[in-house]
């Protein structure tokens, strides 16, 4: 399911007649308060996380770009696998996984490195105007790169990354039609419309939408006997959550004895 279906299931639920206007920004902010209240008392939560951002350009560019390097903000959590895909002309990502270019993971000195290596080449020219970064989260001296309007390239088949002071450095540089796709475990605190949430579970469901009904029952409603009820419910489902969460652990390990088990 995706993040606009579970808001739009929620709110219909919570408000059967319509989300008052005044209040529509104010509900979708519940929503979000609730997926992360659920990930930071349910571990399971936590895990499976996917951020799908496409390159582009010009005015719509999502990456920085240093030389023959892009430069992104890191997920706030653990990154199991990075790779690209190559985006169809709507960008809607539908490659097959075939298309996937997967990016092993090096230290920060090893990119410096390679940047090193390919400044030596005829595709990598080095811009002598430019100066060094200000930027207190990048590194000293990393200088912003350009390419010629000659240097066309096609999508690299792997490739390498870090994360450095919250930011992910990607090398080579991604181009226009690629996607770049991070599964993570962590924190998600934001969500796009057609991000994926566990909303087909009808227990995350349920508990977003107490979650709705109680805070708006004390914001709005100043109801303290609804905001008492929908507490409650709230906190024995999400109790009815934590101990399904840690029997799928309990089930984990003894079928995968080991560390590396998957999830």
């Given amino acids: 399911m995706t993040f606009a279906t579970l808001k739009s299931n929620v709110r219909s ?32 939560y936590q895990q499976l996380n996917v951020t799908n951002t496409d390159v582009l350009s010009g005015s719509t560019a999502n990456f920085e770009e240093y030389i023959r390097t892009s430069v992104t903000t ?12 190559d985006s169809d002309s709507d ?17 920060f000195q090893d990119i410096t490195e ?21 930027s207190t989260t990048d590194p000293k001296n990393v200088q912003a790169g350009s390419q010629t309007s000659a240097d066309t ?10 994360k450095y002071r919250g930011k992910l450095y990607i090398a080579p540089r991604l181009i226009d039609s690629e996607s770049l796709v991070i ?55 999400v109790s009815g959550m934590i101990w399904e969460c840690n029997q799928k652990e309990i089930q984990g390990k003894q079928i995968y004895p080991d560390q590396g088990r998957p999830y």
């Fill in 114 to 134: 390679w940047i090193r290596n390919e400044e030596a080449t005829d595709y990598l020219k080095v811009d002598t105007t430019k100066s060094a970064s200000a």
């Fill in 74 to 85: 890191a997920p706030d959590g653990v990154i199991n696998r990075l790779y690209t895909i």
């Fill in 183 to 237: 599964e993570w475990t962590g924190f998600k605190k934001t969500w796009a419309d057609n991000d994926v949430v566990d909303g087909d579970d009808p227990e995350v469901q349920r508990a977003v939408r107490l979650y709705v009904t109680k805070e708006h029952a004390r914001d709005w409603d100043h109801d303290t006997e609804s905001y008492q009820m929908a507490t409650a419910e709230f906190n024995d489902t």
């Fill in 153 to 162: 390239e096609e999508r690299a088949f792997t490739g390498i990354w870090a």
């Fill in 13 to 44: 639920q919570v408000f059967p007649y319509g989300v008052p206007e005044n209040l529509s920004t104010v509900i979708d902010n519940y929503i979000v308060e609730a997926l992360v209240h659920l990930q930071r008392y349910v571990p399971c």
């Fill in 91 to 107: 960008n809607t990502n539908s490659s097959s996984k075939f298309d996937e270019r997967h990016y092993k993971q090096k230290s």
